[in-house]
């Protein structure tokens, strides 16, 4: 059975910091490209950050270049978002995505909270 489960997300001043995780199980991780998007309320989800399966390459939304990190451990199955200097439209869900070729899972989503 295949899950993705994030975790970390929270309530952050201005300027704070957070750190996502998102732990998977059930399929083959370092096969898969992961990525992180998130959904703003009356919004469409957007793509903030995306991994390739070594890790070899890694791309970002412009709104959160250099201040994001996205990181992968292979050896725990799990993908990290790290997300520094956050502002109150960071506020949204934010959900792990693993997709191979046509092969797509998603995590149910972890609430950030931007916000004095």
């Known amino acids: 059975q295949v899950q993705l489960v994030e975790s970390g997300g929270g309530l952050v001043q201005p300027g704070g910091s957070l750190r996502l995780s998102c732990a998977a199980s059930?399929?083959?991780?370092?096969?898969?490209?992961m990525s992180w998007y998130r959904q703003a309320p009356g919004k469409e989800r957007e793509l903030v950050a995306v991994i390739t399966g070594a890790g070899g390459s890694r791309n970002y939304a412009d709104s959160v270049k250099g201040r994001f990190t996205i990181s992968r451990d292979n050896a725990k199955s799990t993908v990290y978002l790290q997300m520094n200097s956050l502002k109150p439209e960071d506020t949204a869900v934010y959900y792990c995505k693993a997709r191979r070729f046509i092969s797509t899972y998603w995590g149910q989503g972890t609430q950030v909270t931007v916000s004095s």
């Open positions: 059930g399929f083959t991780f370092s096969n898969y490209d």
